[in-house]
Nanobody
Framework: QLQLVESGGGLVQPGGSLRLSCGVPGFALDGFAIAWFRQAPGKEREGVSCISSSGASTNYAESVKGRFTISRDNAKNTVYLQMNSLKPEDTATYYC???????????????????WGQGTQVTVSS
């Protein structure tokens, strides 16, 4: 089973920035919508952001609007999540997921995504 690979997590102070990446070397993501989810200890997984296969459509959770930006470079088979103005409540394990759907943006928990990553830890703390 193919597994997406996330990277870019780490420890950052409040107000800082991180850029997460999602992809698989040699595997084309251009036919997939990509979503980012996160899950903090003791909390349910929540959708953070999504981007359609072409990149034309994006969506964000209210809690990250104006701070996070999702983008994709289909030539590099990579999707990015730029996270700015990070807050302690952004602390979580972040996962990316791929759904084979044409040009739609989907970030709903419970949807049967085709592929998931193993997660990358983001910790926002002083």
């Amino acid at each position: 089973q193919l597994q997406l690979v996330e990277s870019g997590g780490g420890l950052v102070q409040p107000g800082g920035s991180l850029r997460l990446s999602c992809g698989v070397p040699g595997f084309a993501l251009d036919g997939f919508a990509i979503a980012w989810f996160r899950q903090a200890p003791g909390k349910e997984r929540e959708g953070v952001s999504c981007i359609s296969s072409s990149g034309a459509s994006t969506n964000y959770a209210e809690s990250v609007k104006g701070r996070f930006t999702i983008s994709r470079d289909n030539a590099k088979n990579t999707v990015y999540l730029q996270m700015n103005s990070l807050k302690p409540e952004d602390t979580a394990t972040y996962y990316c997921a791929a759904l084979a759907v044409y040009d739609m943006c989907v970030m709903r928990v419970g949807v049967m995504y085709d592929y998931w990553g193993q997660g990358t830890q983001v910790t926002v703390s002083s």
